[in-house]
């Protein structure tokens, strides 16, 4: 199998930053778009996480990880473009898997797989979603499909 990026290193990472704020004012539709500016902005991760906050109201609890470096953008994002008076924030450290991408070939086109590696031995193997998506939505097949010949390709 032929690679496609340099592998990156195992490491630990203690320079990130977790934000989290309660939301429980804000129409849904402005989220998507909250966490499309956090991710193109340097976020390394953002999710949600439904909630209950005081007095029963259902809210929501945004969550993103992101380096030092990218602390105020983040915050600056949250308070512009969220209901949110207050951002709560800590520093996190992260263990990062050394990392390798090959391409597998498939019957109906190539996917990358990211792998990783702890302590020199595989643990985590994942065909790259969007290259999978790509070739089931051309050729009308099932996603899951996609992922099984990856899978095959792979082993074989």
């Known amino acids: ?3 496609n990026h ?9 320079q990130m930053y977790k934000l989290e704020v309660n939301l429980d004012d804000i129409p849904g539709e402005w989220l998507g778009y909250v966490m499309d500016l956090l ?7 953002v999710y949600y996480t439904p909630i209950f906050m005081k007095k029963n109201r259902p809210g929501t609890l945004l969550q993103l990880l992101c380096s030092i470096d990218k602390l105020d953008a983040m915050k600056d994002i949250l308070f512009r473009e969220t209901t949110t008076l207050g951002i709560r924030y800590y520093p996190l450290t992260v263990h990062r898997l050394e990392r390798e991408y090959e391409q597998v070939e498939t019957e109906w086109g190539i996917v990358t797989v990211k792998k990783g ?3 020199g031995q595989l643990v985590q ?7 999978c998506k790509a070739i089931a939505t051309e ?3 099932p996603l899951k499909d996609v ?3 990856v899978r095959r390709h792979e082993s074989s």
């Open 147 to 149: 992922y099984a010949a």
């Open 39 to 45: 991710l193109n902005s340097g976020a390394n991760d």
């Open 117 to 119: 590696f702890h302590n």
């Open 139 to 141: 050729y009308q097949i």
């Open 125 to 131: 193997w994942a065909p790259e979603y969007e290259d």
């Open 1 to 3: 199998m032929e690679k």
């Open 6 to 14: 340099p592998p990156s290193h195992e490491h630990v990472d203690d």
